[in-house]
């Protein structure tokens, strides 16, 4: 039996002085599971997360974190809840340790074993006892995602997460939370301007533009579905002739001396057919998924996102 969503957003609506800033979205995020949230500038993102913690009103719809709504049981809701906005703050002159002590004692559940499990899971377990001032941010965004995952909260919600790291803080931040959500069943929703780590930490990605939700996209999902497009490579002799016989049978284009097309397996097939039977030798074929970018830039027009 499929496990209930660890949060819904039903028809979420948020209007401020007469301006919709977020128009009617709905989406669900599954327990387990890696869930980005794109968009350009200005497209209402982080007024969507200030509303899932209760920051913000809803103006109409509602948002349910582990069953529990954010309108009518906002104390149930922020429970199920463990978030961090950018940077973590933490108390700099206690030891890492003694910072999640502290904010234990907020939470009776939290157990000593449960503050040993985390910093395990998050990979502290060498440098808990140092002073948080001498950790880098990276560890700092690391201890925070274990403060915020220490009462087994349904869902973490980071925004922009990835801020201010270098290449291997942002590689270690992507591989805790994956094992948070493979190890533990946490749902993480991630807001990040960074496309080509979405790419890699996310299993799935919703696109907002403009206050609405224009598209879901599966990153893990099955690939070469029918009918679903793909970029394929032609090592052909005489590429610019090739292109000139496939014209108008998909998007066609010459890079870096081969023929290059966008199209579905069953039309990559009959491009093939038609160079053959035209004459031309055709050395290989190699297909590559679009990118993350590729896609964002499709069914956003172009616009940037931050």
Same mark, same amino acid.
């Given at each position: 039996m499929s496990q209930a969503p660890a949060a819904i957003l039903q028809d979420v609506t948020k209007?401020?002085?007469g301006r919709t800033i977020i128009d009617r979205v709905s989406l669900e995020i599954s327990p387990g599971e890696?869930?980005?949230?794109?968009?350009?500038?200005?497209?209402g993102k982080?007024?969507?997360?200030?509303?899932?913690?209760?920051?913000?009103a809803l103006t109409a719809g509602d948002i349910t974190i582990g069953g529990h709504s954010v309108k009518t049981s906002y104390a149930a809701s922020a429970a199920q809840v463990g978030a961090i906005v950018e940077n973590p703050e933490m108390y700099?002159?206690?030891t890492g340790y003694q910072n999640l002590?502290?904010?234990a004692r907020m939470?009776?559940?939290?157990?000593?074993? @449960? %503050?040993?499990?985390? $910093? /395990?899971?998050?990979? *502290?377990?060498? @440098? %808990?006892?140092?002073? $948080? /001032?001498?950790?880098? *941010?990276?560890? @700092?965004?690391?201890?925070? $995602?274990a403060q915020a995952v220490m009462h087994r909260p349904k869902l973490l919600i980071l925004d922009e997460p990835t801020n201010g790291l270098d290449p291997a803080g942002i590689r270690e931040l992507r591989d805790y939370l994956r094992r948070l959500s493979r190890e533990e069943?946490?749902?993480?929703f991630v807001s990040s301007h960074l496309l080509s780590e979405m790419e890699l930490m996310c299993d799935r990605v919703a696109i907002l533009q403009k206050g609405k939700l224009i598209d879901i996209r599966s990153i893990r999902g099955p690939a070469n579905k029918t009918g679903e497009e793909q970029i394929a490579v032609f090592d052909v002799d005489h590429p610019e002739n090739a292109l000139g016989v496939l014209e108008g049978?998909?998007?066609?284009?010459?890079?870096?001396?081969?023929?290059?097309?966008t199209a579905t397996r069953e039309q990559i097939a009959d491009a093939n057919r038609i160079l053959v039977e035209a004459g031309f030798k055709v050395y290989g074929i190699r297909t590559r998924t679009k990118s993350l970018e590729d896609q964002f830039l499709e069914v956003t027009g172009g616009e940037t996102i931050g």
């Open positions: 209007k401020i002085g890696v869930f980005g949230f794109l968009g350009p500038n200005g497209s982080t007024t969507t997360i200030r509303m899932m913690v209760g920051l913000m700099k002159y206690l002590v502290h904010y939470n009776p559940s939290v157990t000593k074993e @449960r %503050i040993d499990e985390v $910093v /395990k899971l998050v990979g *502290l377990d060498g @440098r %808990i006892h140092d002073k $948080v /001032k001498k950790y880098s *941010l990276g560890m @700092r965004q690391r201890l925070g $995602v069943g946490t749902a993480v049978r998909g998007d066609g284009k010459l890079e870096d001396g081969s023929l290059v097309i």
